[in-house]
């Protein structure tokens, strides 16, 4: 989309020819992928199976291994990996940073990795922080931080937030997610729910100051998924006043990614806001129905609640396609 919009402004402007215009929209409409980005997927991938790999050999032989040479080859190797990553890092810039080698892009995150690994060892092992926990969140989340924007790097900023969220007792890994209960922990539950719309909020500040405007794609995926899976298991736990403070957050925040999702033409944004959004009317739904006792609502409608339902979520993504597709988006 960005490209033909793109080669759209370059045309009205007398840059280009219509001829050339007209190749632009053929090859964007053409679906081929970059073998560029598919190198940059496999090397990632090679980070986590390498380090996956090394921790499990170590878990295995740590005993004829010994912790302080387990801790000096990690230091080592992080710091060979920081090296060569400070030598061909740009510094810090407000926009995005253009890296045509792989390489550098593998070694700024497996830098991060295996720093990661490296406080949490020597805090398991040696109490590094001593009793503050916290502390051994913050500091390798801080580094991500500095290392992301320095680096100009998408996954280790994806690490950055996992770790703030973890910060304040909130694991983002898919098997914690499903097992989460906030029933009760308010404080727990709000923390993160106002870390995620913290997130919004940075987006806005970063796309008026224009700092690292690329990033926000990452943060608002955070704060989307995040503040819904939040709000959805609180409401389906109890009732309270903090009850109704979710919804009224969730329901503004949702509200914002579909108008989000039109701005930016971005079908991911629109797809997930409409799904938490018909798992939450459905709580609600349900809740009405327990009340009213009117259970054969369930027996004789959901079949054409269901369907309608289908429908509804087609016309929905038929009516962006095309209003995106005349907007020149």
Not at 273 to 293: D, E, R, T, V, W
Request: with cysteine; hydrophobic share 50%; proline share 1%.
């Amino acid at each position: 989309m960005s490209e033909r919009k793109n080669a759209s402004i370059l045309f009205e402007k007398g840059l280009i020819t219509e001829q050339q215009f007209g190749k632009i929209k053929e090859h964007a409409s053409s679906g081929i992928f970059s073998l560029h980005n598919e190198i940059r997927f496999f090397l990632f991938l090679s980070v986590l199976l390498f380090t996956s790999g090394a921790g499990i050999f170590i878990y295995n032989n740590i005993e004829s291994i010994g912790h302080v040479a387990v801790l000096t080859i990690i230091f080592l190797i992080t710091a060979i990996c920081f090296l060569y990553s400070f030598k061909h890092g740009k510094g810090f810039s407000k926009q995005k940073i253009s890296s045509e080698n792989p390489a550098y892009d593998y070694l700024v995150l497996a830098a991060n990795v295996l720093l990661g690994i490296f406080i949490g060892y020597a805090q398991f092992q040696y109490n590094l922080f001593g009793t503050r926990y916290g502390l051994a969140t913050l500091v390798p989340t801080a580094l991500y931080f500095f290392s992301a924007y320095y680096f100009d790097h998408k996954g280790v900023l994806s690490l950055a937030i996992s770790g703030l969220f973890a910060a304040v007792g909130f694991s983002t890994s898919p098997q914690a997610i499903f097992q989460i209960h906030f029933s009760g922990d308010n404080e727990l539950g709000f923390s993160v729910l106002f870390l995620g719309v913290a997130l919004i909020l940075w987006t806005l500040y970063a796309a008026r100051s224009q700092l690292k405007e690329h990033f926000n794609a990452t943060f608002l995926n955070f704060a989307l998924h995040v503040i819904s899976i939040i709000a959805v298991v609180n409401l389906i736990e109890y009732y309270s006043f903090a009850w109704f403070v979710y919804l009224l957050i969730v329901a503004a925040v949702l509200l914002y990614f579909i108008r989000l999702a039109y701005q930016k033409a971005s079908i991911n944004f629109l797809t997930f806001s409409l799904i938490y959004a018909y798992i939450i009317f459905n709580i609600l739904l349900s809740k009405l129905i327990s009340m009213s006792g009117a259970y054969m609502f369930i027996i004789y409608l959901s079949p054409f609640y269901f369907i309608g339902s289908i429908l509804f979520f087609r016309k929905c993504i038929k009516d962006f396609k095309i209003k995106t597709r005349n907007a020149g988006i």
